[in-house]
């Protein structure tokens, strides 16, 4: 039988913590789901967030896609499951996004957070030569993280040009909080930052031995720890029905996605950050529950809380250059080993798929799939169930 809840919340990061937060001051039953072990998503992994009080939590648990309205089916740490609910809160939150290049699956090339969820996780950094190479703020994050737990930061490598950087920089007075932030972060890489400078190819017998930069300057390193921005994960939203435009799922001012029953906050809906999701995850979860004063009380803080991600998308938009990077012979797609010259022919991400199998192996496009609309203009087109990997028995669950 289905587990029953007025409100279900997919994710506990920022958004889905405020959401269940303000669900539960007007709801009995709400359930709190997340694929991690513990709550506090990408950003605030290890640092030990609890859900609210009167929340129901399910971790290390996976919404494989929905069944019918009102109902979706969900992995538990392997036990199949369905969940019935009144309303649906997605804070499915975001993903990095990566740029082929020559050398790019080379072992120890992997993704700037990924690597700090690496070492968060227990992998020794202490003393390894590291370089994080790709654009924005996290750059800066991951890589002070990695300096405060001693590993030796050879470069930051933002590819942004010094003139615009230095320009957000400069409005980040109207931030106060995220100004100390980023003096308390440059302390420890004042020396190690540079802009209008990008890995270009990555070497190695086996594993990463060097890295090839932009600058034409070689560098020897243990770890390339690449980022280019992030992608909103709206592909549950794509199957449950809601429109998505440019992979963002729309919403209104009280985060109501198209479909009867749903809200969105956070990144599914465009990023933001964490002070814009914790936001949007409250008026999602005050509007879930009925409370639209609560709701709308919170407008002017959304707003305020906007300019900041708009100001860092202009900043740190991707320069065209990155897109010379790939060679014919570069993998674009990991899963199917498929190059990019066997992409060049198609002009549709469907073409693609059917005539290469690009974006279909285990991750479903979710890496190569930002890649190839970056390098040749093609989106990908939806989604498919189920949206992980799924047993028999668990697709099996519908029919019994």
């Known amino acids: 039988m289905p587990a029953n809840f007025e409100v279900v919340i997919v994710g506990a990061g920022p958004a889905g913590l405020a959401a269940a937060s303000a669900a539960v001051e007007r709801s009995r039953r709400v359930l709190l789901i997340d694929d991690n072990p513990a709550p506090g998503g990408q950003i605030w992994r290890g640092e030990g967030r609890q859900p609210p009080r009167g929340v129901e939590t399910w971790l290390e648990t996976q919404v494989l896609g929905p069944l019918r309205p009102g109902l979706l089916m969900a992995d538990r740490a392997g036990v199949p499951a369905q969940i019935s609910y009144e309303k649906l809160i997605l804070a499915t939150g975001a993903r990095e996004r990566f740029l082929p290049f020559p050398g790019w699956t080379l072992p120890s090339v992997m993704g700037a957070g990924g690597l700090q969820a690496l070492v968060k996780g227990g992998l020794a950094i202490e003393g390894k030569r590291v370089v994080v190479a790709g654009t924005g703020p996290l750059l800066l994050a991951v890589a002070a993280y990695l300096a405060k737990r001693n590993a030796r930061i050879l470069l930051v490598a933002e590819q942004a040009p010094r003139q615009r950087v230095l320009r957000f920089t400069a409005n980040l007075w109207r931030q106060p909080a995220k100004l100390a932030q980023a003096f308390s972060m440059g302390r420890y890489l004042a ?67 198209t479909r009867e029953r749903i809200w969105c906050a956070g ?14 995850g409250r008026i999602a979860g005050y509007a879930a529950t009925g409370d639209r004063h609560s709701a709308t009380s919170l407008f002017t803080a959304r707003m305020r809380a906007s300019r900041f991600p708009r100001e860092m998308d202009s900043a740190f938009s991707l320069r065209p250059e990155l897109r010379r990077l790939v060679h014919p012979g570069t993998i674009i797609c990991r899963c199917e080993d498929v190059r990019f010259s066997q992409l060049t022919s198609h002009t549709t991400w469907r073409a693609m798929k059917l005539h290469t199998r690009c974006g279909m192996g285990p991750c479903q496009g979710r890496v190569c799939g930002p890649a190839v609309e970056f390098l040749l203009g093609c989106a990908p087109e939806g989604a498919r169930p189920p949206l992980y990997p799924a047993t028999v028995s668990q697709l099996a669950l519908d029919r019994q």
């Open 191 to 257: 020396l190690k930052y540079r802009t209008g400078l990008w890995p270009v190819s990555a070497h190695g017998n086996g594993k990463l031995e060097e890295i090839l930069l932009s600058n034409s300057r070689r560098l020897a390193c243990d770890y390339l720890s690449c980022g280019f921005g992030l992608v909103p994960n709206s592909e549950l939203a794509a199957l449950l029905g809601c429109r998505i435009a440019t992979g963002e799922v729309l919403v209104d001012e009280f985060q109501r996605t």
């Open 267 to 280: 990144e599914p809906t465009g990023i933001g950050g964490a002070e814009l999701s914790i936001i949007e």
